[in-house]
C-alpha cells in the first residue's frame, strides 16, 4: 500500500538516472513499467554481473517495475509504446525517458494522442551533446578538488553522484508537474540535463561565489572536512576513523572525549584566537590534527568507540564495501528497509526498499526487478487494452518477447 | 509563475540536504519560509565565506526563501513557530526539518494542532546517532574504493553527495505525502535517515550483490569508468581529458576518433575476444589504455575536441572550479538557468535558479537569499496573523528579530 498507489509511470531508459526515478517512484507504490527493445536496454549487461553475467547493476535499478521487452525499429512496436505511454487512466499519461528520440517518442508527438501528458526528459548538457556523470564530474571539477593535499592528480568520485541526484530530480519534476496537472488539466515537458544539474549544485554549495566574489579556486583538501573541523585518523589498532567538529557541540565533544582540552586552551592561548570559531579551526587544523593524531595512535576503536557514541561525538569507521556489509547491522534485514529476497536469475541476497518511512503508508518490502519481458503479455493486455488473439500473433512476429 | 505556484513549506533547518529541499520547492515557485534562531541556525556563518565573513554557503542554499529569525527559547517565539508551521490553507501544513526536535516541534505534537499536516525529517542514523555527508560516506565504503589504484589510502569525497540526494529525497516525500493528502485528507510523519539513504544506493547500484553474490570487494580503479571503458590521458598540451566507452556506440567513436581501429582489431585478435562485449573492454582496459595513450599524449585537444565533438565521441576536459567558471558559459549567464544578481551583504555574481524547465510553468529567473530575518515582520502578519501591535512587543522584547 505505497503512498502513489495508482499512479502509473512508463518509463524508457537505460543506466542510473531515470531507472533510478522510475524505480523511487516504484518502491513509493507506483506502477512502473519499464520498456525496453527485444535484446534488453544499453544497461543490460552493465557490471557489476554474476559470473554467469546478469546484471546485479540492473537488478539494482529496475526492483518493483514491471518490464516489456518490443521492437521499436516494428512500426507497430513504436505505436504499442506510444500506446501505452499515452494510455487512458487520470493517474497515469505519467512518462519518464534519458532517451533522445525525435519523432515517435517527443513530447510533441505523443502529447497529439494524449494532451495531458507529463513527460520528464533528462538529457546530457544543453546543447545537445552526450554527457555521462563520468564527463560531467571533471567537467565541473570536482576531480581536481579531490585526493591528498598537494597532489596534482585529479580523483574521480566512485559514487554516480550526478546520476543519482538527477535521477530524484527526476521524480521530484514529474510529481510537481503531475500536481500541476490535478490543478489544470495540463501537461507538460519537464527537463533537465545532468550538466545543469551539476552546474547549479556548484552554485548552490557556494563554489561559484568562492570562485567569484572571493577568487579562490579550492585545492585539494585530503579528507578534511571543508570550513570547519573534521579530520582522518588512524588509531592504534590500524583501524581509521573520521571525526567531525564541524558544530561548536561536535567541536566540544571530540575535544572532550579526546582529552584534549588543556592542548586546545594552549593552542588557543598561543594563536591568540578561540577555536570555538568554525573558520579558525578550518585555518588552524594543522595544529589541531597535531594534537589528536597522537591521542587516535594510541588508542583502539574497540576502547573508545561505546565512548564517543555515548558522548555522542560524530565519527565512523572507514571499511571497504564488503567490512561494512558485514559489520553493519544496517546493510542487513535488522534494517527494515533491507530484506533477504530471491532475485530471479541471480539468487538471493540483501536488497533495500525504500529509504522512506511514510507513516500514512506503511513500508513496501523489497520487490525483485522483473526479467527483462517479464510482464509483456499482461502489459499488452492490461495497459494496452489488446485482444488475446493480436498478443498472440505480436509474439509469433517476434514484435514483443517475454522473459 | 513557478509550477508549485500557492504552495506554502516551512523549514528548520541547517547545512546541506533540508535547505536544498527547501530551495528546491522555492525555486519551483513555492513560499519557502525557513525559520531560525536569532543569532542564525548552525550553517549561517558556514564556509565558504566572504572576506568579511559572509557565507556564500549560505547564500547558495537559501535562495528565494523568505526569513524569520526567533527566539525558540522563549515559549511564545515556539509558540509563534507551531502558528506558522500550522497556518491554515489547503496548499500549506507542510513542514520540511532535519533539526530533531523532541516535545513542542515533533510530528505528534504538531499535528495535534494541524492534523493534516505533512512533516519531512531527515535524520543522521535510524539509530538516533548523528551522521553527516563526511561521516556516511566512509560508513558505506566509498573512499576506500576510490583514488589510484593500488593505494592503500582512502579518499573522500568533496561534493556532499549523500546530502544532495537526500535533499532531493525530502522533496519527493513531500510532495508524494501532499499527493496523498490531496486524495485522502490525511497528512503524515515522512521519514529518511542519511545513512539509510547511502545504504540503500548502495544496494540500488549493485554493490551489494557484488560483495553478497560473487564475493568481491570492490578495490581502487582510479579513474577508469567501472566495468566497461573510460579512462583519464594526458595530451600533448598538458590538458587531462576523460573519454568513455560505455556503449557500443560510444566505443565505436572513440576508437574511430583516435584512428585506433587497427590497433584494436590486433588486440582483439590477439586475445581472442571482441571489446564490442563492455566486460572484455573492462577487462582488458589496461591493454587499450596502452594503445590510446601515445595518441592522447601526440595531440592536442584545440586540434582533436571538435572533431571529438562532431563524431558524438563523450569526453571531457578536467578542470579546476575557477577554470570551468572562466571557460566554459554552461557556468554563465549565457546558460537561461544563470543570471547575475545581487546578493545583499555580499555582491553580484552568476546564481543559478532552478536547473528544471516545466514547458506549462516558465522560468523562474534565480533569486537571492534572503538576509536573516528580513521577512520576519511580513511573515508575523500574513502567515500567523498577528495584529501589527503585537509584533512590535515581539521585536521590542527581542523575542524576533529583522535583518
Known sequence: MGVLKGMRVVEGSAFVAIPLAGMTLAQMGADVIRFDRLEGGLDHHRWPVTQDGKSLFWAGLNKGKRSIAIDMRHPRGREIITEIICAPGPDAGLFLTNLRVRGWMDHETLSTRRPDLVMVTLLGDRHGHPAVDYTVNPAVGFPDATGPEGSADPVAHVLPAWDCIAGNMAVTGLLAAERHRLRTGQGQSVEITLKDVAAAMLGNLGIIGEVAVNGV??????????????????????????????????????????????????????????????????LHRGRITAILAPWFAANRVAEFGAAFDKAGVTWSLFRSFARALAEDPDFSPQNPIFAEIDQPGIGRYPVPGSPFAFSAAGREPPAPAPLLGQHTEEILADVAGLPSGEIARLFDEGIVKGP
Open 217 to 282: 579556486d579550492r585545492p585539494k583538501n585530503g579528507n578534511a572536512l571543508y570550513g570547519a573541523y573534521g579530520q582522518d585518523f588512524v588509531c592504534a589498532d590500524g583501524e581509521r576513523v573520521m571525526v567531525i567538529g564541524l558544530t561548536d557541540r561536535q567541536w566540544r565533544g571530540l575535544v572532550e572525549a579526546t582529552g584534549s582540552g588543556a592542548a586546545i586552551a594552549a593552542l588557543e592561548a598561543e594563536l591568540g584566537t578561540s577555536l570555538a570559531d568554525e573558520g579558525a579551526r578550518w
